[in-house]
């Protein structure tokens, strides 16, 4: 595998795309989970490879990804699965074509741009299935996420493969390289995948547990806002050094981002924040007050049914 595309192309990669991949994988996964343990003289809990072996190496899917591509730019807007055969590496070409012109019939502009799959890596077996949809893409794509934890990175854990032609020892062969992306998103992905990020907990969650998350995505979001503060600090400070060279258009943007500073230092900020703030602490003031009158309530509530009881034995009324 080369290190790097020359093709030139320009991709662009919904996050819908990215949902439907995890989604897809999550579901296999959890399917897979009740075939893990061991069982005698069933295949079926061997699903890759082995008798009476139990496999814990995590399940690959595979699907179709669709777009268009204007131009050099090709964007990934959807996805769809696909049944996979193992034993052969290939694919069922009649569900493919199946879901392909039902799709076609609610996305008429889209068109296949190439195939997804999971792993750490592309493997030599995904090359069979990358030419056997050249006869619908003669230059598909080749989506992989890897589906593996990895807390140190910082990027997505998604690839794009695209094939080129080598000669290699004298004899011409397809092998992936690796192209660069952006991810380009329209209002309605921003609102979905904002409301999936917020879901609640199955067993409903605390308050906390929402508050902890909330901070934590706001920590996250200042850590990696520091980061690329710095980044700039350090890009400007070798440039006054001479240790790069000066970029006139870099410097407008730097520029042009440092002049928004100021408006938070004005009077009219201040006075606004110091009213946001009052405000909150009135409102937490008064849940204060009213969380303390509702146990007044209570503890009379409860000391007038004492005593009445006491009353009803003596003859006396109740003084509240």
């Known amino acids: 595998m080369a290190s790097s595309s020359s093709s030139g192309l320009t991709f662009k990669l919904h996050p819908l795309v990215i949902v439907n991949i ?14 893990l343990a061991p069982s005698h003289g069933n295949n079926a809990a061997a699903p890759n490879g082995g008798d009476g072996v139990v496999s814990t190496l995590p399940p690959r899917v595979y699907g179709c990804v669709i777009g268009v591509q204007k131009g050099r730019t090709v964007e990934i807007f959807n996805s769809f699965e696909l049944l996979y055969d193992p034993s052969t590496h290939s694919l069922d070409r009649t569900f493919l074509e199946k879901k392909q012109e039902l799709y076609k019939k609610v996305f008429p502009h889209f068109y296949i741009l190439g195939w997804y799959s999971t792993g750490s890596d592309a493997e030599e077996s995904d090359m069979h299935i990358h030419k056997a949809l050249m006869d619908i893409n003669e ?3 080749y989506v992989l996420l890897n589906p593996s934890i990895n807390h140190s990175q910082k990027d997505l854990p998604v690839s ?5 032609l080598h000669v290699i020892d004298g004899i011409p062969q397809l092998i992936f390289v690796l192209s660069s992306y952006t991810i380009e998103t329209v209002e309605a992905e921003r609102i979905s995948v904002d409301h999936v990020a917020h879901l609640k907990p199955s067993d409903g969650g605390s ?5 902890a998350a909330h ?7 200042i850590k990696m806002l520091h980061s690329r503060i710095k980044v700039l600090h350090h890009y400007l400070l070798a440039m006054q050094k001479g240790d790069v060279p000066c970029e006139n258009s870099l410097l407008r943007q730097v520029s042009s ?11 009219k900020f201040q006075d606004d924040f110091l009213m946001e703030y009052n405000d ?3 409102i937490s003031y008064l849940a204060m007050l009213t969380n303390c ?5 209570e503890l009379v509530d409860k000391f007038n049914t004492a005593y009445d009881r006491h009353t009803r034995r003596g003859g006396r009324t109740a003084f509240m």
């Not at 794009?160 to 080129?164: D, G, Q």
């Not at 308050?207 to 508050?211: G, H, N, P």
Request: proline share 6%.
């Open 22 to 35: 995890s989604d897809h994988y999550t579901r296999v996964k959890s399917q897979m989970n009740p075939t």
């Open 139 to 141: 230059s598909p794509v």
């Open 160 to 164: 794009i493969y695209e094939s080129e």
């Open 207 to 211: 308050a906390a547990t929402q508050l």
């Open 215 to 221: 901070l934590t995505g706001i920590h996250s979001a």
């Open 257 to 267: 981002l440092l002049r928004r500073l100021p408006a938070i230092e004005s009077g």
């Open 280 to 282: 909150t602490l009135l």
């Open 293 to 297: 009158s509702s146990g007044m309530n």
